[in-house]
């Protein structure tokens, strides 16, 4: 059982590159998320679907887009890095958005130079 | 203000000690709170999940929440080398994912 598998572990882009951090996860999980975590800044929300073909923004969307078509993935796209957006991202999973108990996976750590 | 308030340390003690890690909040309707231990270069899992104010425990976790305070607490009893992570704590104020908010965690190792 593989849980939330996120690629690529690593990547560094340059500046108004476009890239896809994959997730997919194998729980059969409604639910699905981004986050982005930043030194003293904890985990902070990009984007969320609650099903496919279902997504809504969180708390930090700019500069992100997801979709979700199947129930499995949940890719995230930086349309055009920056600089600001060096992070490490996890995409989290839940059986359903009405419990709080998030599955992660291991993290894609992005530098944009 | 954020709104919850986590102490980042790092946090170091010896083998066996009681660790106690504590994050306070400032919004009155947040009901659910969690504990999530993250090691290093890895994603955060749930470790303590709690309802409300009082006390739960599970081996040598005990989660505590002072709701009057808006206090919550994780204790770690017999601490483990095993144990060296970084805690976060999260909480919302219905059981909703979408809008759970995390403190910046806790760094904690354990000496041998």
């Known amino acids: 059982n593989a849980g939330v598998t996120q690629t690529p572990k690593f990547q560094v882009l340059k500046t108004g590159q476009s890239m896809t951090l994959q997730c997919a996860q194998d729980?059969?999980?409604?639910?699905m998320s981004w986050y982005r975590q930043d030194p003293g800044m904890g985990l902070r929300l990009i984007h969320y679907?609650?099903?496919?073909?279902?997504?809504d923004q969180g708390e930090v969307p700019n500069g992100y887009n997801v979709s979700r078509s199947t129930t499995e993935d949940f890719p995230l796209r930086l349309l055009s890095a920056a600089p600001s957006q060096t992070s490490v991202y996890f995409c989290?999973?839940?059986?359903?958005?009405?419990?709080?108990?998030?599955?992660f996976g291991e993290g894609s750590r992005l530098t944009v130079l | 203000q954020k709104e919850v308030e986590q102490d980042p340390g790092p946090l170091s003690v010896p083998e066996g000690a009681i660790v106690s890690l504590n994050c306070t909040y400032s919004?009155?309707?947040?009901?659910?709170f969690m504990w999530y231990r993250q090691y290093s270069r890895k994603g955060p899992e749930l470790l303590m999940y709690?309802?409300?104010?009082g006390n739960k425990e599970d081996g040598r976790f005990t989660a505590q929440v002072d709701k009057s305070s808006k206090y919550i607490s994780l204790f770690i009893r017999d601490s483990q080398p095993s144990d060296s992570a970084t805690y976060l704590c999260?909480?919302?104020?219905?059981?909703?994912?979408?809008?759970?908010?995390f403190g910046s965690g806790t760094r904690l190792s354990i000496r041998p």
């Open positions: 729980m059969n999980h409604e639910y």
């Open positions: 989290a999973s839940s059986l359903a958005e009405s419990t709080g108990e998030l599955f």
């Open positions: 999260a909480m919302i104020r219905y059981s909703s994912a979408s809008k759970i908010i």
């Open positions: 919004n009155s309707a947040f009901q659910y």
């Open positions: 709690t309802y409300s104010s």
């Open positions: 679907s609650v099903g496919a073909g279902i997504t």
